[in-house]
RNA sequence: CGGGACGUGGCGCAGCUUGGUAGCGCGCAUCGUUCGGGACGAUGAGGUCGCCGGUUCGAAUCCGGCCGUCCCGACCA
């Protein structure tokens, strides 16, 4: 088989080669270790699931397509696990005293998700190798302090694997609970977005970011709005080119947020941030109205509605709109728009919220300087949960006045392969990958050139003490041409190739290769095998 | 979910417009020459042209349906 890692079974679901499945071997490796060392247990559960713990969660309703459901000869209705909240919540039901805890799980084990649309290879896959962790508190301290303890153990893992990680701020999703943390890779492929300062080190998730807001003095609006015609008037830049700036229009949006119609007003140059919306809204069920159902509501299409003096429509206002006075917004009538806006004034708005998107220059709303915005891939994301899965599930200890308690939960998540690929878009070059030692598939290349039967022979003899020295080598003795083998070596991204034949044979040498650096040396055949082991070992150390 | 593209030996593709029984490169097999940066020659094997149906004397090619894969968008009035 030609050299390679992965291959494709079916639209986001792939077969592990040998190389790759040595890779993700290291990689779980030092996420065992570092779990092991803030004192979480591994343990590993079932992929299949009862429907009936996630309909006590709430989440079989909850989540749509996205989980596989099935039934089994019994009609029973199942699941493939996508997160582990509910089985590890009915394991924390065994729990009885408080004395039991703080106590931190983990497991490395095979998530199911039917993503809407995999991409990018294993970057965002529908079945994938996941290590979820979770932690079980007696009260906000302990959840704060486990918390802690797992952000530290991330923050190590991800510099064992040879990157950078940025934490930012997360929208917690479908996941619920307080507080959540994402750690991002800076990639080109990355399938999310960070705002971040370079001047004060703000970081968050464009899905939760937000930036400073310039204070806005408006004139004075007359005692009423003002309608004028806007013949033909559809859209903000339209209504620009008639005399209103964009940052003095309301932009009017009606989405259907559980089937309930809510009107959603933005600055006329803003984008709502589709994400903030639902975590505001507490469902994921929104979706924007259809021009009929918008005609059938207001009583206008699209590009002339307005909230002004509706009362029986529930209206959500981003902040930036606030204070605003003498503003420009459709009149519910087509061809028709109104002037002289007070927001505060002509529009009942029932919740004033953060829905603005961020959009690179804006300033930092921590030290004010232009923002940038930068793509990464969500390498690991860690959650405060609460007591929502512990009080649905019957985890609950005795505390120390006897008294029931629900225990409080966090949760903390890798994707094992999507850390591989984020390894190889960190560190790969035209040739290939550049793997760091200490996660690479083998340490070590051997690869014999020419076909003479002495360099043979000694290329094996050194691959048999380098193995004998514990060191992960391969020994390349294919019939091909040398360039065939420098290649592929390149391209499978093995950190040290040794090169071995009769021209370096003749002067008692062969030739240590860094992928890394595209360095060589010669070395003595003699003391060849314990060199190159020396030097892996010295990498593996971190030196 | 919406939009677009593609599906032809193992891999990558051409052929389809204008129907006539399938071709190229790589890979693979055998032999020979080569052998420190992706060799060369000779010979050869390998294809239900995604599936089903229709049109036709005849379909990879035209028509319809289905399946699969990839890409873009996920919203902005």
Redesign the pocket.
């Known amino acids: 088989m030609?050299?390679g890692y992965v291959r494709?079974l079916?639209?986001?679901?792939y077969s592990m080669l040998p190389l790759a499945l040595r890779v993700r071997a290291k990689v779980a490796q030092i996420i065992r270790e570092e779990m092991d060392a803030i004192g979480c247990q591994e343990f590993l559960l079932p992929a299949i699931h009862p429907a009936d713990l996630w309909r006590k969660s709430g989440r079989w309703d909850l989540i749509g397509?996205e989980m596989f459901r099935l039934k089994d000869r019994r009609d029973v209705d199942l699941c493939l696990g996508m997160t582990h909240e509910e089985v590890f919540a009915v394991l924390a039901g065994e729990l009885e005293s408080y004395r039991q805890l703080p106590q931190a799980w983990y497991q490395v084990q095979t998530k199911f998700r039917d993503?809407?649309?995999?991409?990018?290879?294993v970057l965002r896959t529908r079945e994938f190798t996941m290590k979820d962790a979770y932690t079980f508190d007696i009260d906000d301290a302990g959840l704060d302090a486990a918390f802690e303890k797992q952000r530290g153990a991330y923050v190590k893992i991800f510099k064992r694997l040879g990157f950078d990680a940025v934490q930012v701020e997360a929208s917690s999703g479908l996941m619920g609970g307080s507080d959540s943390v994402e750690f991002m890779v800076r990639a080109e492929y990355g399938e999310d977005t960070v705002v971040y300062s370079s001047q004060c080190g703000y970081a968050a998730n464009l899905e939760k970011a937000t930036s400073r807001l310039d204070a806005v003095t408006d004139e004075a609006p007359p005692g009423a709005p003002q309608k004028f015609p806007t013949p033909g008037v559809?859209?903000?830049?339209a209504l620009v080119e008639s005399g209103a700036p964009a940052d003095r229009q309301i932009?009017?949006?009606?989405?259907l947020i559980d089937d309930a119609p809510v009107l959603v007003l933005?600055r006329?140059d803003?984008?709502?941030?589709?994400q903030k919306?639902m975590d505001h809204a507490g469902t994921e069920d929104i979706?924007?109205?259809?021009?009929e159902?918008?005609r059938g509501l207001l009583g206008a299409?699209?590009?002339?509605?307005g909230a002004v003096g509706l009362a029986d429509i529930a209206v959500w206002a981003d902040m930036a709109l606030s204070g605003r006075t003498n503003l420009f917004t459709?009149a519910n009538e087509d061809d028709f728009h109104l002037s002289g806006v007070d927001v505060e004034r002509d529009i009942v708005v029932e919740r004033w919220l953060d829905l603005r998107?961020v959009v690179a220059g804006q300033p930092c709303p921590e030290c004010g300087e232009p923002l940038e915005l930068f793509d990464a891939i969500e390498s690991g994301h860690i959650f405060k949960l609460g007591r929502h899965y512990a009080e649905a599930l019957g985890a609950t200890v005795m505390d120390a006045d006897g008294k029931e308690q629900v225990i409080t939960m966090g949760s903390y998540g890798i994707g094992v392969e999507r850390n591989m690929a984020a390894i190889v878009e960190a560190s790969h070059d035209e040739?290939?990958i550049v793997w760091p030692t200490a996660v690479a598939p083998y340490h070590v290349v051997v690869t014999l050139?020419?076909?003479?039967d002495g360099?043979a022979t000694t290329a094996e003899a050194v691959y048999e003490q380098l193995k004998a020295m514990d060191v992960e080598v391969l020994f390349d003795d294919r019939?091909?041409?040398?360039?065939?083998?420098?290649?592929?070596?390149?391209?499978i991204g093995v950190p040290y190739?040794v090169?071995?034949?009769?021209?370096?044979?003749a002067a008692g040498?062969?030739?240590l290769?860094t992928r890394a650096t595209?360095e060589?040396t010669d070395l003595d055949v003699d003391g060849a095998a314990a060199a190159v082991s020396e030097r892996v070992r010295a990498d593996l150390a971190g030196a």
């Not at 090169?499 to 044979?505: A, D, M, S, W």
């Open positions: 030609r050299a494709q079916m639209s986001g679901v397509a993503e809407p649309r995999p991409k990018s290879g559809r859209t903000i830049d932009k009017t949006m009606v989405y933005m006329g803003h984008q709502v941030q589709a919306l979706r924007a109205a259809g021009p159902e918008i299409d699209p590009g002339s509605l459709g998107e040739h290939g050139v020419g076909n003479d360099a019939d091909e041409r040398p360039g065939v083998k420098f290649a592929d070596a390149e391209l190739r090169t071995i034949g009769p021209k370096g044979l040498t062969v030739e290769s595209g060589s």
